[in-house]
C-alpha cells in the first residue's frame, strides 16, 4: 500500500506541468509568470541591497561621530591628520571591534596569517580602515589623512567567527558584539560638548555614565529620557540584543517600541545621527521623554536628495528579516535530555504560553508587565508601552555572554530557570531544571 503511494507521488511529480492557459483571452502571453520572476528578482536585489546597508552604510552619521564628537581625529593619530599616537590594532581589539578577514587584501591577509602584523602600529588600524575590514566603522580618507568617520548597523550587531585571531575572522552579521565597549569607545572622543548640551549634565558626569556601560551594552534610551542609572544605582545600558532570527516576530527592542523597520528608522536617526526623516509623536511626552521632546526626537524631516536614510529602509528592512538564528554545535547539548527538557518547556514549566514555538514569541502582542515576569519595570517603563516584549529565544547560544534578560541580570540560563521556577511556583525539580537548560541551549 505504501509503495503504491509513493509511485503514485513520484508519477505525479515527474508528469509535465499542465500549460497555463490565461483566463482572460485578451491576455495572450502568460503574464504571471513574467510577474512572479519580477518578484523573485526583486527579493534577491533587495537582499543584496540590504546586505551592504547593513555593513556599510553610515546614513550620514560621519556628521555626528566624525564632525562634532572629533573620534576619527583619536583614531587616526597625529600622522593621519588627527591628534595623539592614533589606536593601535590591540587597542581596537581590546575595545571589542572586530577585523573582517573577508575585506583584506591578499598580501595583508598573508601577514595576518603568518603572525607577523604589528599589533602595536596605528599605521596598521589605518591600513585595516583603508579597506572598510573594521567591522562597523567606516572612515574616509583623503589620501593619507583621515577626515572623518561614520558607524554602520553593523557595529553592534555584527561579530567575526575568530578564524584568523582573536577578533580576526569572517563576518557574522545579526550576532551581537558582546565584546563591544561602545561607551568606553564614545568616551575617547575629544569632543563631549554635544552630549552634554543634549542630556544638560558636564563633561566628567557624561564621561562617567559612557564608562559605566561595559562590554557588549549600550543604553538606546538615555539621549531620549536622560536616565543614566537605575534606582538601584546600576546602569541603565541594555545588552546588545540578536539581530538575527526576527521574522514573524512583531514588536522589536526588549521593550517592544515598534516593527523591525520602525526600529531601523528610529535607530539611523536617533542613535546613529543620520540623517533623513523620522515621525513619532510618542516622543513628544515631555514628562516621558524630556530630552527627545525638547530636542525633537519625533520629527527628523530632511528633504530630497538631504534624506540619507529613507530610500535605504526597505532594503534593509528585507535582509533583516533574512537572517536566520544560528543553529548550536551538535556537541554543545545534550539531546537527549534536550529532548525531555522540550516537553517541560511545553508542559509543566508553560514557558511555551508566552515563547510559542517554533518563533518562541507569542504571534500578537507580545507584550508583558513587569510584574507578570517577576522583574522590575524601570526599563519598561522608558518605552511607550511600559512593557516587555517576550524575547524570541533561537540561537540563545551566541548570546550567553554578558547574561539574560535585558540587562544581562542572569548570568545562566540556569538562572533564568530558577528565576521561573520561583515566580510561577513551577515546582520543577533538579533534573527537570537540568533539560529545560539544555533545550535552551538547542534552540
Ligand atoms: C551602538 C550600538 C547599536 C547600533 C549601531 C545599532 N544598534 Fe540595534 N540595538 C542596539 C541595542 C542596545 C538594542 C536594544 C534597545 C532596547 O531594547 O532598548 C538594539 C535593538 C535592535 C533591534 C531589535 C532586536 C530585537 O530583539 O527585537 C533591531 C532589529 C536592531 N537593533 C537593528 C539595528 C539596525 C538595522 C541598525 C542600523 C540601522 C542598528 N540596530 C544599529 C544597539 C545598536
Ligand atoms: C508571561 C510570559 C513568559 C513566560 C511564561 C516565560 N517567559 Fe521567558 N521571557 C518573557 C519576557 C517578557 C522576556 C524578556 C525579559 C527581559 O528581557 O527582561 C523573557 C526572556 C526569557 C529569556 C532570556 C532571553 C535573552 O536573550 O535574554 C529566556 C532564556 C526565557 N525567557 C526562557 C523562558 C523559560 C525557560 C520559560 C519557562 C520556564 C519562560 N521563559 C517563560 C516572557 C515569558
Known amino acids: 500500500m505504501r509503495i503504491a503511494i509513493v509511485a503514485l507521488l513520484a508519477a505525479a511529480c515527474s508528469s509535465p506541468a499542465p500549460k497555463e492557459t490565461p483566463q482572460n483571452p485578451a491576455v495572450k502571453e502568460a503574464p504571471a509568470e513574467s510577474y512572479q520572476k519580477s518578484v523573485d528578482d526583486n527579493a534577491r536585489k533587495m537582499l543584496d541591497e540590504g546586505r551592504k546597508v547593513f555593513r556599510f552604510e553610515t546614513f550620514g552619521s560621519e556628521a555626528f561621530f566624525g564632525g562634532q564628537l572629533r573620534l576619527h581625529e583619536v583614531i587616526a593619530g597625529e600622522k593621519h591628520g588627527g591628534i595623539g599616537k592614533g589606536v593601535t590594532p590591540r587597542d581596537a581589539l581590546g575595545l571589542g571591534l572586530r577585523v573582517d578577514f573577508g575585506s583584506i587584501p591578499a598580501s595583508l591577509g598573508d601577514v595576518i596569517k603568518a603572525h607577523t602584523l604589528s599589533f602595536d602600529d596605528p599605521e596598521n588600524t589605518i591600513a585595516l580602515l583603508k579597506h572598510d575590514a573594521v567591522v562597523g566603522v567606516k572612515a574616509t580618507f583623503d589620501g593619507d589623512r583621515m577626515t572623518t568617520m561614520g558607524i554602520t548597523c553593523a557595529f553592534c550587531h555584527s561579530t567575526t567567527d575568530d578564524n584568523f585571531g582573536k577578533g580576526i575572522g569572517r563576518r557574522l552579521d545579526g550576532w551581537p558584539n558582546r565584546d563591544l565597549d561602545v561607551g568606553k569607545i564614545v568616551s575617547l572622543a575629544p569632543n563631549l560638548k554635544p552630549i552634554s548640551e543634549l542630556l544638560q549634565v558636564d563633561i566628567d558626569t557624561v564621561k562617567k555614565v559612557l564608562l559605566s556601560w561595559g562590554p557588549g551594552k549600550f543604553d538606546a534610551e538615555l539621549n531620549i529620557d536622560g536616565k543614566a542609572f537605575r534606582p538601584d544605582g546600576k546602569p541603565a545600558a541594555t545588552l546588545l540584543p540578536a539581530a538575527f ?72 528592512h528585507f535582509y533583516q528579516l533574512a537572517i536566520p538564528p544560528p543553529s548550536p554545535p551538535k556537541d554543545s547539548y545534550d539531546e537527549n535530555a534536550a529532548k525531555r527538557g522540550g516537553e ?54 551566541v548570546r550567553a555572554k554578558g547574561g539574560f534578560y535585558h540587562d544581562g541580570r542572569f548570568a545562566t540560563l540556569a538562572d533564568v530557570v530558577d528565576h521561573y521556577d520561583r515566580h510561577f511556583k513551577l515546582g520543577l525539580m533538579q533534573p527537570e531544571k537540568a533539560d529545560l537548560v539544555e533545550f535552551l541551549k538547542s534552540l
Not at 300 to 315: M, N, P, V
Open 245 to 316: 532570527g526576527l521574522a514573524g516576530v512583531n514588536l522589536h527592542t526588549y521593550s517592544g517600541w515598534g516593527s523591525v523597520t520602525y526600529w531601523n528608522a528610529y535607530v539611523a536617526n536617533n542613535e546613529m545621527y543620520g540623517q533623513g526623516v523620522f515621525f513619532d509623536p510618542r516622543l513628544d511626552d515631555a514628562a516621558k521623554f524630556p530630552v527627545a521632546a525638547r530636542a525633537k526626537f519625533g520629527h527628523h524631516r530632511h528633504a530630497g536628495a538631504e534624506d540619507l536614510i529613507t530610500s535605504k529602509l526597505a532594503a534593509l
Open 344 to 397: 517541560i518547556f511545553a508542559s509543566k514549566a508553560r514557558c511555551a504560553t508566552c515563547h510559542v514555538p517554533p518563533l518562541y514569541v507569542e504571534p500578537g502582542w507580545p507584550m508583558h508587565t513587569a510584574e507578570e515576569i517577576g522583574i522590575d519595570d524601570f526599563q519598561a517603563k522608558r518605552s511607550p508601552d511600559g512593557r516587555y516584549r517576550t524575547t524570541p529565544l533561537r540561537g540563545l547560544f
